[in-house]
């Protein structure tokens, strides 16, 4: 009979302190998220932290793990309290965690600073994640209280090592549990997007001069994130009637969508802690106009580009390229630029001309974190010469190249805001589609395609 497979969670601490132990060995410290407080004594909903939870797939408030590199790991959480979880429900407590979570050991979260001095006495190093807001100071704490003990040689690590990069390593592979959460939460996502596409169309089927508020169809999100089990949005929803579409980081108001206008939704749903990450943009009553049609293929166009550049071997950097090119030439055939004053596609791209219309970038990592920890650019290569967000050209480490395992978004848009110059025909159309990608060993794999892309698609959905 073969061994049973480990938990991932098992593995993943198991990874970590095999890592430390290659590094010289130490204790490393992972808090999880710390409550945040909305006012008075209401809370926001609480959200585990992303490494925290990685690592153990607990979602208590309050709680930290310890891995050393001799394999021990310990966690801390709250103690059980009968009267507490009356009011805040069950706490799993430290005698149920080591079954539980598979810890070797587990203590009431009132005995971490004496346990962290514990387990850091006579230690190399400590690793902990240098972002993580105030734990600086948590650590300077326990470091001097050794110090203190240095007469009974008791000695201090003397070295600090970031774990974020260790950390963001290993969550930017997705593994097998992972891809098949990300999936569903893409599923529901699209299914949101279609619910709202269809509310859009059924309302305008029976009243032309319907004018709906953004949260209505905000609404529609929601109801479809919740009964199909997601927690919840995995950011702030953008839902954006016509103009409002050129505002990039719109939150849904009360902005009436009228008939004849385009509303850009980009909405995704976080599924066990993992998010979607989708956009449409469709039009309200179901028919693009000539000049939303002409952007929107473009747009279409550039998706389509970036995601024939999104495979093993090219550079993330590769498919914001690709989008840009297909973005740049649109401008220059629909006039939005003026080619005597901006030069060739070549010339647009060099200046960055184009960032007058599409200022974002092509896509992100995605994962348990909408914008997904892991580096952007090759750590182990050397700089070369590249052209700059902003046009010329910078000296920096090329863009990462991709693996099978990777997610990363696919997003290109087109944003045009009245200005002189710029065809009135396109004012105020604010463009953008966004899909999930997976990359495979050929390819990527869309895995946020439950909701149409192509206008003559969604027309048709929205028709029946
Ligand atoms: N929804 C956040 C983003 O597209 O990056
Ligand atoms: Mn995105
Ligand atoms: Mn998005």
Redesign the pocket.
Known sequence: MSAPTPSPYLARRARIAAAMRDAGGGIAVVPTAPERQRNSDNDHPYRHGSDFHYLTSFAEPGSWLVIGSDGRTTLVCRPKDVERELWDGIRLGPDAAPAALGVDDAVALDRLDETMVERLADQPAVWWSFDTPGLGARIDGWLERLRSKSRMGVEAPGVQHDLAPLLAAMRVRKDAGEIETMRRAAAISAAAHVRAMRFCAARFGADPRAAIPEYEIEAELLHEFRRSGAEGPA?TS?VAAGANACILHYTPGATPLKAGELCLV?A?CEVDGYAS?V?RTFPADGRFGAAQRELYDLVEAAQAAAVAATKPGARLRDAHAAAVRVLAQGMLDTGLLDRNAVGDVDAVIASAAYRKFYMHGTG?WLGRD??DVGDYQSAHEPPVEQPDWLGGTVVKKPSRKLEPGMVV?I?PGLYVRPAEGVPERYWNIGIRI?DDALVTENGCDLISRGVPVAAAEIEALMRV
Do not use: L
């Open positions: 950011y953008i980009d995704g990450d956009t992100h909408v914008h978004t997003e966004e």
